[in-house]
């Protein structure tokens, strides 16, 4: 019954869609405020349906109802409390109703948190909003229905794909939808705008928010899904360049630039119709993500690849969407003139290179991701872009990016000096050539690549830390610490975003130049020595879990006769989806990660065993979440919010005199 309630509920919250879609927009645009007015009522109703669907689902899977044909072939009764949850969106359907659930919650957030837009922006806002999810649920209801029943229910299920039965795999998708989704807000207020024919400070000042929002939920779902990769997979990696995590990374790259155009658009009326043009591919490539993830044209480790109907069906949204907002900023562009002017020299211009540069990194992402889809329908060729490709094609835009960060923050609005931005920067330099040295004195026979890591990260966050002493002005050091704890979290957030990116290309670096690696097969009780450590294959026992085999290892690390490290790395066998995986075993350090996998028997006794040393692995991940905790401060900093209400108070006073 409560199945075929959530099911009624998604009925019913499509047809909510369809009329928040046309009447807000009809209303704004005849200036009919009842009209306008019922945009904020429908946004909350429709997130409170899809809210109770989602619940409904939530609810089969923890109670195991097989006869729901999603249950039976994602769930299992043996599988713990925590997987049955995450089974919810470790599917394709779950997955479209959970990124239903997060796209009704913006726009219900825009509903409640949105009192201080003009009512007409705000009410095609909405309008936009909900003609997305007007898509989205007709492909779910349609083609992707959650709440199918089966006509004989089955004993058991046939189990999750068990290498997303992860703590990582379990909170990492609704993190990345979260961010995916949350670009959605971008691309509405830049429709709306266009609608509008109005991009001006206001609304740079509007979009900034929704947009950082979404960044931050993206950054800490990306560094969920890398740090689940590193320890689930096995192969010891970071980072493969799959076509999932491209999918990911290249809205996160057009995101960053949109938050850097954005603060031009509000500091200066300028970059208008740039600004509009990133709002719009970010959320295009949002959309091309879940086309990859989707439709089964490329393959990956953890896509939905499985049906190429469906493919066409979101091709066919992004084309719809995209298109007509492309139709419509190509119609507008004569209103989006830049009234704001500025020097070559000066912060501005330090942002245009940060959005270059990020577009094209973002750009040569994309056409390493798509390649070798175009090369096989073009050419009739089976092509494969690797990592090698990327690294030589993406690390120089990430390097320029990371020199020009320091001084770009320093200069000047409108007018500066690059002598006067970079004299305060010398600190930064001397720390960054000093480390530099002593990394390359200290390495021999290797490439250059760690202590130019080291150099940039060192600079990086060197200068992020001198662009905030700066801002605490002059005089005694006691004075300008405490006038450091009033500056605008909005201050603080950037330092700390700009230090995370510093942190974590210098450990990226340092973890590809400096890692070692032995394989080698092992009898139980031998002890061997890697990079200066003693790895010791202590037992080998095979164990049962709640829902797998494990075939468990117990692998003891030493350094200088002391024992660091009691790792258990294991090779798990799930019986119901007669599918193994491989969990390392890592012993977790402040400058150095012991990562520990256990291989196959071997036929003349002992087992393979790979052993990494992996230097400040940890820091790539911290750096990544202190790129978020930056985004967070940034976004809790009220400034925004209360100069959005002045103009919008400004605005609908000017429009109300002609009426009265």
């Excluded at 109670?63 to 409390?81: C, G, Q, R, W």
């Excluded at 898509?135 to 997303?164: C, M, Y």
Aim: contains cysteine; aromatic residues 12%.
């Amino acid at each position: 019954m409560i199945t075929e309630l959530g099911h009624f509920a998604l009925i019913l919250a499509f047809m909510v869609a369809i009329v928040q879609m046309v009447v807000p927009m009809v209303g704004a645009a005849k200036g009919w405020r009842n009209w306008m007015g019922v945009a904020e009522p429908a946004a909350t109703v429709q997130f409170i349906l899809v809210g109770f669907s989602f619940a409904a689902l939530t609810w089969a899977f923890v109670t195991s109802d097989f006869s729901l044909k999603l249950v039976y072939e994602n769930s299992h009764s043996a599988k713990p409390m925590l997987y049955k949850i995450s089974g919810v969106w470790g599917n394709h359907e779950g997955s479209m109703l959970l990124w239903l659930l997060i796209l009704t919650l913006f726009g219900a957030c825009a509903a409640w948190f949105g009192g201080n837009l003009p009512e007409t922006l705000q009410a095609r806002v909405l309008s936009v909003q909900s003609a997305v999810g007007v898509a989205f649920f007709a492909f779910i209801l349609f083609t992707s229905n959650p709440f199918l029943r089966l006509g004989v229910p089955p004993f058991d299920g046939q189990d999750l794909n068990p290498l997303l039965q992860d703590p990582g795999l379990a909170f990492h998708p609704p993190f990345l939808y979260l961010g995916y989704v949350g670009l959605s807000m971008s691309f509405s207020f830049a429709v709306a705008a266009l609608i509008e024919g109005r991009v001006d400070a206001a609304w740079g000042r509007w979009v900034r928010p929704w947009t950082l929002a979404a960044w931050l939920f993206l950054t800490v779902g990306i560094a969920m899904g890398s740090w689940w990769a590193y320890y689930e997979l096995g192969w010891g990696g970071f980072w493969f360049w799959d076509p999932v995590e491209n999918a990911s990374f290249m809205p996160w790259l057009i995101a960053t630039a949109l938050l850097h155009s954005a603060i031009v658009v509000e500091k200066r009326e300028a970059l208008k119709a740039w600004t509009v043009l990133l709002a719009i591919l970010a959320f295009a490539f949002s959309l091309l993500g879940t086309f990859i993830v989707r439709s089964g044209v490329l393959t990956s480790v953890h896509a939905f690849a499985n049906d190429p109907e469906r493919g066409v069906f979101i091709l066919m949204i992004l084309v719809v969407f995209v298109g007509g907002a492309m139709t419509l900023f190509a119609a507008r562009a004569s209103k989006l003139e830049s009234t704001g002017v500025f020097a070559p020299v000066s912060r501005e211009s330090g942002l245009v290179l940060n959005n270059i540069l990020l577009a094209v990194a973002a750009l040569v992402v994309f056409v390493g991701t798509i390649w070798p889809l175009v090369a096989e329908m073009l050419f009739g060729r089976a092509l494969s872009v690797g990592p090698p490709f990327f690294n030589a094609a993406f690390s120089p835009f990430m390097v320029l990016i990371a020199m020009a960060m320091p001084i770009g923050g320093m200069l000047a609005w409108k007018r500066g000096s690059i002598v006067k931005a970079a004299r305060p920067l010398w600190p930064a330099v001397v720390l960054a050539i000093a480390l530099c040295s002593l990394a390359f004195a200290l390495q021999t026979g290797r490439s250059a690549l760690g202590p130019i890591g080291v150099l940039l990260g060192a600079w990086v966050v060197g200068g992020a830390a001198i662009d905030l002493w700066t801002r605490a002005g002059r005089g005694a050091i006691a004075h300008r610490l405490g006038r450091l704890t009033r500056l605008p979290r909005a201050d603080w957030g950037k330092a700390m975003a700009h230090a995370g990116m510093g942190i974590t290309i210098f450990a990226v670096s340092g973890l590809t130049a400096w890692q070692q690696e032995d394989i080698r097969v092992a009898q139980i009780g031998d002890r061997f020595e890697v990079a200066g450590f003693e790895i010791e294959l202590r037992s080998v026992e095979r164990i049962e879990g709640p829902n797998y085999i494990s075939t468990r290892a117990e692998m003891l690390a030493y350094r200088n006769g002391s024992l660091i490290a009691d790792v258990f790395p294991e090779k798990r066998f799930y019986p119901v989806a007669a599918m193994p995986t491989t969990e390392a075993g890592i012993g977790n350090g402040i400058l150095r990660d012991i990562y520990l996998v256990i291989g196959d028997p071997q036929d003349g006794g002992g087992w393979a065993v790979r052993t990494y040393i992996k230097p400040f692995a940890n820091w790539i991940w911290g750096g990544a979440l202190l790129m978020a905790l930056g985004g967070l401060i940034s976004l809790s900093d009220r400034r925004l919010r209360v100069a959005a209400g002045a103009a919008k108070t400004k605005t609908r006073t000017t429009r109300s005199v002609p009426a009265e």
